[in-house]
Nanobody, 117 residues
Framework: QVQLVESGGGLVQAGGSLRLSCAAS????????MAWYRQAAGKQRELVAT????????TYADSVKGRFAISNDNAKNTVSLQMNSLKLEDTAVYYC??????????WGQGTQVTVSS
């Protein structure tokens, strides 16, 4: 069973920065991709950023392009999300996701990010 544990959420003022981390219980090289999703109150969960582990490419939602950056630390089996220039609309619970081909997807428990004015 794969475990994903997020950390780094909290309260930040608009324009500020936060860094989220997701620690996996196994080598991230066993995953096809890892991603960050978010779910704001009353809204559907949306994909924020993805990193494709073997190829090294990344993708971002249009709403976060140029502000957020996803990165891997292979030695620590972690994936991080650096969030800069945070906006009120970035407030959400952020979830880490990992996809293992042939096995399925795994989710973390989520970490709250609240951006205040």
């Amino acid at each position: 069973q794969v475990q994903l544990v997020e950390s780094g959420g909290g309260l930040v003022q608009a324009g500020g920065s936060l860094r989220l981390s997701c620690a996996a219980s196994r080598s991230i090289f066993s995953f096809h991709s890892m991603a960050w999703y978010r779910q704001a109150a009353g809204k559907q969960r949306e994909l924020v950023a993805t990193t494709f582990i073997s190829g090294g490419s990344t993708t971002y939602a249009d709403s976060v392009k140029g502000r957020f950056a996803i990165s891997n630390d292979n030695a620590k089996n972690t994936v991080s999300l650096q969030m800069n220039s945070l906006k009120l609309e970035d407030t959400a619970v952020y979830y880490c996701n990992a996809v293992q081909l042939g096995y399925g997807a795994y989710w973390g428990q989520g970490t709250q990010v609240t951006v205040s004015s």
